[in-house]
Structure formats: structure tokens, C-alpha cells
């Protein structure tokens, strides 16, 4: 790894999207100075307009499936560019699959030039429509290569095998995190996903809608909670993937009966037809990370849908 200077330099690609605008909040808080790189295809300058003119802060709109150069000493690199949700990678489908594919092996010719370390945000979905429960790091998942969702699924899989061939073969130093469900501000109400879909429709008094019978599990952490796992592991020494997420495990159709509760909402539940390819269920093994990060999610259920709540009540008055 390259010298340390102070303050220590972070890339995050992805920059400006729902978790990477979070990640450079924690980076400035911990003294960083950060390189938010973004072609903006899902990710929202919003996200990031507290930052712009902070002397720590600097923004690049670039697509980073191109060749990547930093003028500076760089000492991270965070690779969180890519569309994640159902919605975004069915719409960018070969964007999706260039990002994990070029845009990583750009990203990590990047941290190679600098010798900086790496950090990869793959994704539970590499996991697939497991047939395991919980799924551990250990499990190799069960994906669908050419179903819809495959796009994505072996975007993230190809991506984790390039980053550990860095690592073997260039010696890069590199952290991989599979991320599980995420909720927070700064979700994209259209994005498709349960909770801003339940929420969004719960405070427009819409009905709300169910895939499925509702019986479909998800595990969903707070976004703080993610990204101080995200952090805990970058300055780990651990370098194959960790699971980071919130076992607390809950069924679609019992969410969405309680995001109509938090908002006072008289929205009634409608169901829809699973889409193909949908994980029935999803549960993290927290395991390695309790053990080597000594990192659990804080933030119960509650107060953090309270807190997205507030965030989209403001949203959708726009």
C-alpha cells in the first residue's frame, strides 16, 4: 500500500448513488479527503450537493468503464459504481454488466498504479435464490446466468473473481463486502425496491403492492449500520468476502403492514405476480463480521423506517 500522507485520499466510485454518497459522509467524517467519481446513469447529484465546495471533497462525472487516472496519491479505492436495483439493471442491462466487469478492472488498475487498497461492494445476489439458510461466505450461491436478473447476479460474481485475481496475482491489497438489503435517506423513490415502494404508496394513500404471496423474506439494514461495517472492514485485515447486513428477518408481506402502520396510512395491500428469478428468502450470516470486525447492526427497524419515513415525506412534497 502506497505511504500514508495525512489526510489519507479515497476514490469512491459510484459516488453520488444511495450508499456511495453515504460512504463519503463517513470518509470526510473520518478525515479523508474524497474523489467522488459518477456518470450520475442512477446515482443523484442531490446526494452529494451538501459536499460540493468542501475543501475535502471532490466530484467527477465520468464513467469509470473508461480508463481511470487520479493525478494525486490515492490511498483507497471503494468501487460502488453499478445499478442495484430490479428496475435499474433490467433498464441498464449491458451498463450493468460493463461497470462490474470493465469498471472493476479499471477501478482495480487504479488501486494497482497507486498502490492503494481496494474494496469491492459486491452484493447478497450473488447468492442467488439460495438454497441455503442463512447464507453463510461459504455458500456459492444459486443464480440463473441467463435469466433477467443474471445481469447483475454475474456482474458482481465475475467482479469478485477479478478482484481476488488482483490480489493473488498483482498482489493487491483487497476487501470485498457482500452487501444484503439496505434502507435509508437518499433511496430513490422510483427504484423499485420494497421499502421505498411500500413507503412511497403508503404516504400517497396508493395501494400497496405485494410480489407474490408475501411470504418472500428479506433482511434489511439501516444504511449507517451498513456503512460503519463497510469502514470496519476496509481498515480490517481480512481479505475475502464478508457478509454485512441485518439478520433480522421479515416477510414482504409483513413490512409492507408495517410501513402502513408508521404512516397512519389507509393504503390496502394488493398482491402482483413474482417476478422470475425472485430469492424467496434472505438472511445474512453475520458471523465473520461480529468476529473480526467485532460489527453488528445498532439501529432497530423501527426508528430506522421512522427516519426514511421523515426522508420520504419531504421527497414526495416536492
Known amino acids: 500500500m502506497s505511504t500514508m500522507t495525512s489526510p489519507p485520499t479515497s476514490v469512491v466510485t459510484g459516488g453520488a448513488g444511495f450508499l456511495g454518497s453515504h460512504l463519503c459522509d463517513r470518509l470526510i467524517a473520518e478525515s479523508h479527503r474524497v474523489i467522488c467519481i459518477d456518470n450520475l446513469i442512477?446515482?443523484?447529484?442531490?446526494?452529494?450537493?451538501?459536499?460540493?465546495?468542501?475543501?475535502?471533497?471532490?466530484?467527477?462525472?465520468?464513467?469509470?468503464?473508461?480508463?481511470?487516472?487520479?493525478?494525486?496519491?490515492?490511498?483507497?479505492?471503494?468501487?460502488?459504481?453499478?445499478?442495484?436495483?430490479?428496475?435499474?439493471y433490467l433498464k441498464f442491462p449491458?451498463?450493468?454488466?460493463?461497470?462490474?466487469?470493465?469498471?472493476?478492472?479499471?477501478?482495480?488498475?487504479?488501486?494497482?498504479?497507486?498502490?492503494?487498497?481496494?474494496?469491492?461492494?459486491?452484493?447478497?445476489?450473488?447468492?442467488g435464490d439460495p438454497l441455503v439458510h442463512p447464507q453463510k461466505e461459504s455458500y456459492w450461491g444459486n443464480v440463473n446466468p441467463v435469466g433477467p436478473r443474471g445481469v447483475y447476479d454475474e456482474a458482481k460474481r465475475f467482479a469478485e473473481a477479478m478482484?481476488?485475481?488482483?490480489?493473488?496475482?498483482?498482489?493487491?491489497?483487497?476487501r470485498i463486502v457482500r452487501i444484503f438489503n439496505t434502507y435509508g435517506e437518499r433511496m430513490r423513490i422510483e427504484d423499485g425496491r420494497a421499502i421505498p415502494a411500500f413507503?412511497?404508496?403508503a404516504l400517497r394513500g396508493e395501494d400497496v403492492t405485494v410480489f407474490g404471496d408475501g411470504s418472500q423474506t428479506r433482511s434489511v439494514c439501516y444504511v449507517v449500520d451498513l456503512i460503519d461495517g463497510i469502514y470496519k472492514l476496509m481498515m480490517s485485515d481480512y481479505d475475502l468476502p464478508m457478509n454485512v447486513g441485518n439478520p433480522d428477518e421479515i416477510s414482504?408481506?409483513?413490512?409492507?403492514?408495517?410501513?402502513?402502520?408508521?404512516?397512519?396510512?389507509?393504503?390496502?395491500?394488493?398482491?402482483?405476480?413474482?417476478?422470475?428469478?425472485?430469492?424467496?428468502?434472505?438472511?445474512?450470516?453475520?458471523?465473520?463480521?461480529?468476529?473480526?470486525?467485532?460489527?453488528?447492526?445498532?439501529v432497530p427497524r423501527g426508528d430506522g423506517l421512522k427516519k426514511t419515513m421523515e426522508y420520504f415525506r419531504k421527497a414526495l412534497t416536492f
Open 42 to 88: 442512477t446515482g443523484n447529484p442531490a446526494n452529494i450537493s451538501h459536499l460540493i465546495g468542501n475543501p475535502k471533497f471532490t466530484f467527477i462525472k465520468y464513467d469509470v468503464t473508461n480508463f481511470l487516472s487520479v493525478e494525486e496519491p490515492v490511498h483507497y479505492v471503494f468501487h460502488f459504481a453499478s445499478p442495484a436495483s430490479p428496475i435499474d
Open 94 to 127: 449491458i451498463q450493468t454488466l460493463k461497470v462490474g466487469s470493465l469498471g472493476t478492472h479499471k477501478a482495480l488498475g487504479l488501486a494497482k498504479a497507486k498502490e492503494a487498497r481496494f474494496f469491492l461492494a459486491s452484493t447478497s445476489e450473488v447468492y
Open 163 to 174: 478482484t481476488m485475481a488482483y490480489h493473488r496475482f498483482h498482489k493487491v491489497e483487497t
Open 199 to 201: 413507503m412511497s404508496q
Open 252 to 298: 414482504m408481506l409483513g413490512l409492507a403492514k408495517e410501513i402502513i402502520e408508521l404512516t397512519k396510512s389507509k393504503s390496502k395491500i394488493v398482491f402482483r405476480e413474482l417476478p422470475q428469478d425472485d430469492p424467496k428468502i434472505r438472511q445474512p450470516d453475520i458471523t465473520k463480521a461480529r468476529e473480526i470486525l467485532g460489527w453488528q447492526p445498532k
